[in-house]
């Protein structure tokens, strides 16, 4: 004769381990489902940063010249390709002109100038250290623009080496700060200018640092 306590104690239990095992597969289930939808919505916000994202290089040698005023009145003329390095009374004044190879609206805030071996130095400077441009200066994707920067004052911080290294024609070295239009993407790049035979300063870029979001030199 059938044990029936016994038979629905097994039942009980039966049913009860099929549904720990269907809350258990249902849990795993969720879990997959938001870490897919936690990484595709990663992988979204990346695709439209990387939208926004501006880069900038120097101009091309087939890029117009720039003419640039400075606010003593002074131009300074410069051909795509080249750097606009002078000097006039103590004062120093720099012009890059840039192209944007990026496919994000490129802000300028603000720069900073060494003496040193670029191949040396391979950091950037503080952020914290570099001039804020007196006016943001912006530069569609795909466009060209310039940069412009001036070392006027004795106790300059700038200044040190400087006037040495131009006498001597040392190779110049400059970091630009800018970003994307909403002020995120924060980029450092490093320009250099170096004094050729004819007396101009030719320019090209070495390397870039991303302030917000991953090296991927430290990936």
């Known amino acids: 004769m059938?044990?029936?306590p016994t038979v629905a104690s097994l039942a009980?239990?039966?049913?009860?381990?099929?549904?720990?095992?269907?809350?258990f597969s249902s849990v795993r289930s969720?879990?997959?489902?938001?870490?897919?939808?936690?990484?595709?919505?990663?992988?979204?916000?990346?695709?439209?940063?990387?939208?926004?994202?501006?880069?900038?290089?120097?101009?091309?040698?087939?890029?117009?010249?720039?003419?640039?005023r400075f606010v003593e009145g002074r131009i300074v003329h410069v051909s795509g390709g080249m750097a606009g390095v002078g000097h006039e009374d103590g004062v120093f004044y720099f012009v890059i002109p840039l192209r944007n190879v990026g496919t994000g609206l490129a802000v300028i805030h603000g720069w900073h100038i060494g003496t040193y071996d670029p191949q040396v130095r391979t950091d950037h400077a503080d952020p914290e250290a570099f001039r804020r441009q007196s006016l943001d200066l912006y530069m569609p994707a795909g466009?060209?623009?310039?940069?412009q920067g001036a070392v006027r004052?004795?106790?300059d911080p700038f200044r040190p080496g400087l006037a040495e290294a131009y006498a001597a024609g040392q190779t110049l070295s400059f970091e630009i700060l800018y970003g994307d239009h909403e002020g995120g993407q924060r980029t450092i790049s490093r320009f250099i200018a170096a004094l050729q035979e004819d007396g101009q300063w030719r320019c090209r870029v070495i390397r870039h640092w991303l302030l917000d979001g991953v090296d991927p030199r430290e990936r």
């Open 12 to 23: 009980t239990a039966g049913g009860t381990l099929v549904l720990a095992v269907a809350t």
């Open 2 to 4: 059938a044990d029936w």
């Open 153 to 155: 004052e004795p106790d």
């Open 30 to 68: 969720s879990q997959r489902a938001t870490r897919l939808a936690e990484r595709s919505a990663q992988i979204s916000e990346r695709a439209l940063l990387i939208g926004l994202r501006p880069v900038l290089v120097p101009s091309r040698d087939s890029d117009p010249a720039e003419s640039v």
């Open 143 to 147: 466009d060209t623009g310039f940069w």
